[in-house]
């Protein structure tokens, strides 16, 4: 059975930085696409960023150029990060890792931007 795991969330000051990790338990993490969603209060979850099993990355347009994504195969870890963090990117952020029609998810970590 596979698991995923986030963590790294917490209380974020406007303009500090977020580092976001994902590990995953009982999977091929090499071999799956790993993407980031995050789910604002009363909206829809959305996209932040991805990175396919190859390294292509692919981000959201609200965090294009203030933002890193990583993954490392031999840890079973990936890795998000997000500068300037305003109050709107508060939200749940999940990790979710896809591969064909296996497509799993993590709980999920709470990120608070406040001061």
């Known amino acids: 059975q596979v698991q995923v795991v986030e963590s790294g969330g917490g209380l974020v000051q406007p303009g500090g930085s977020l580092r976001l990790s994902c590990t995953a338990s009982?999977?091929?993490?090499?071999?799956?696409?790993i993407n980031w969603y995050r789910q604002a209060p009363g909206k829809q979850r959305e996209f932040v960023a991805g990175?396919?099993?190859?390294?292509?990355?692919n981000v959201a347009a609200f965090v294009k150029g203030r933002n890193a994504i990583s993954k490392d195969n031999a840890k079973d870890t990936a890795s998000l990060e997000i500068d300037k963090m305003k109050p709107e990117d508060t939200a749940v952020y999940y990790c979710n890792l896809v591969m064909g029609q296996q497509d799993y998810w993590g709980q999920g970590t709470q990120v608070t931007v406040s001061s």
């Open positions: 990175i396919t099993d190859n390294g292509l990355t």
């Open positions: 009982g999977a091929l993490f090499g071999s799956f696409d």
